[in-house]
């Protein structure tokens, strides 16, 4: 999950996203990363849906325990919550709300019940 430098750079066959202050954080491409069709659907989605500012950028290990929630996408995974790291809880230590509306718009828009 870490670069060589030791900063985040995606789950196994995952990519990984941290909100952070209201802003959806994820490792840029040069970060080693996959750059997935389900990591690309949940940018558009954060950015155009739930008008969220989301930043690719290096994203430090410290980081991690100070955000207020991370998910993993992937086209397994699609939207999954990530709610302990390192045996520390995530924000509230459950799916946040911004984790959870993501989860839902982006399975309505694979049922079809959404465009």
């Known amino acids: 999950m870490l ?3 030791g900063h ?7 990519n990984f996203f941290m909100l952070r202050e209201g802003v959806l954080i994820t490792p840029s491409v040069t970060e080693n990363i996959l750059e997935g069709i389900t990591r ?3 940018i558009e989605l954060a950015r155009e849906e739930l008008n969220i500012t989301v ?3 290096q994203v430090d290990r410290t ?3 100070l955000c207020d929630e991370l998910f993993m996408t992937g086209t397994a995974a699609q939207i999954t919550a990530v709610t ?4 520390r809880p995530v924000g509230s230590g459950k799916m946040g709300p911004i984790t959870t509306h993501l989860y ?3 399975q309505d828009i694979l049922r079809g019940t959404k465009t």
């Open 40 to 42: 690309k659907s949940v």
């Open 84 to 87: 302990k790291v390192d045996h």
């Open 3 to 5: 670069t060589q430098d």
């Open 63 to 65: 980081e991690v325990y």
């Open 8 to 14: 985040v750079s995606e789950g196994s066959a995952m």
């Open 55 to 57: 930043l690719e950028r």
């Open 104 to 106: 839902h718009l982006f």
